[in-house]
């Protein structure tokens, strides 16, 4: 599928497997989805803008590559997306962070929107969405046509583990954003949830059931 990677690292994988698992506790789960967003983050940013600045070396002076203006967008689809945040933070500590609250109804499992806020000017970030998990894909979908509509142009989407039928539907609804993933699952259960997956986890990662 164009516009769509699947990380094959094999660090990604151990930690991603660390996750499934069910006995890994908030705190050590807590650690490895910010592990695993820097990892991604770092594959997901290769084609940040950069442009050429003189440096003076201890021998001479040279121009060399920088990141180009401090116009990049974090955004969290709340609230598991959070969990993710901090590890493309270090990448990038420049990066301002907007937010977007969506929960899924637990019988329709269709998103609801309940809180949009974007750093401006949103229409010239690099903008990059994050959110652990992928399943249906209405989550993903409707954060990022929210965004489009405030003037989002340049976005990308990060998810550690996606469904199949949740990966067609935002990549059919968003030919033009770049979706990297970590794990692609089997299928969605009866009850949406990922197979075999890592749960809820918006419950893992703060701790609630
Ligand atoms: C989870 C997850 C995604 C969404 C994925 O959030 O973090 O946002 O479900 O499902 P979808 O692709 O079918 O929309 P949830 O709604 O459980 O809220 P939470 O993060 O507040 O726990
Ligand atoms: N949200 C989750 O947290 N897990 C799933 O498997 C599906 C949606």
């Known amino acids: 599928m164009e516009n769509v990677t699947i990380m094959d690292h094999p660090l990604i994988q151990h930690k991603i497997s660390r996750l499934r698992d069910k006995t890994t506790g908030t705190n050590e789960f807590r650690t490895l989805v910010s592990?695993?967003?820097m990892l991604m983050g770092f594959e997901a940013l290769?084609?940040?803008p950069t442009e050429l600045v003189e440096?003076?070396?201890?021998?001479?002076?040279?121009?060399?590559?920088m990141i180009a203006g401090k116009k990049m967008a974090i955004v969290p689809i709340l609230r598991a997306g959070l969990g993710m945040v901090d590890g493309v933070l270090n990448l990038?500590?420049?990066?301002?962070i907007g937010?977007?609250?969506?929960?899924?109804?637990?019988?329709?499992?269709e998103p609801h929107e309940y809180y949009c806020k974007l750093p401006e000017?949103?229409?010239?970030?690099?903008?990059l969405v994050v959110d652990p998990m992928l399943a249906t894909g209405g989550s993903g979908a409707d954060a990022i046509t929210m965004i489009k509509q405030h003037g989002g142009k340049n976005i990308k989407f990060m998810c550690i583990i996606a469904a199949p039928e949740g990966l067609e539907r935002l990549h059919k609804e968003h030919p033009d954003v770049q979706i990297y993933v970590g794990a692609l699952d089997r299928?969605?259960?009866e009850n949406a949830y990922i197979?075999?997956?890592?749960?809820?986890?918006?419950?893992?990662?703060?701790?609630?059931?």
């Open 121 to 127: 000017p949103i229409d010239q970030r690099t903008i």
């Open 92 to 96: 990038v500590p420049s990066a301002k």
């Open 35 to 37: 592990e695993i967003a």
């Open 195 to 209: 197979c075999p997956g890592l749960g809820d986890a918006g419950d893992r990662i703060f701790g609630t059931k």
């Open 99 to 109: 937010h977007i609250g969506l929960y899924r109804d637990p019988e329709t499992h």
């Open 187 to 189: 299928q969605l259960n």
């Open 55 to 65: 440096i003076e070396t201890p021998i001479e002076t040279t121009k060399q590559p």
């Open 46 to 48: 290769r084609d940040l």
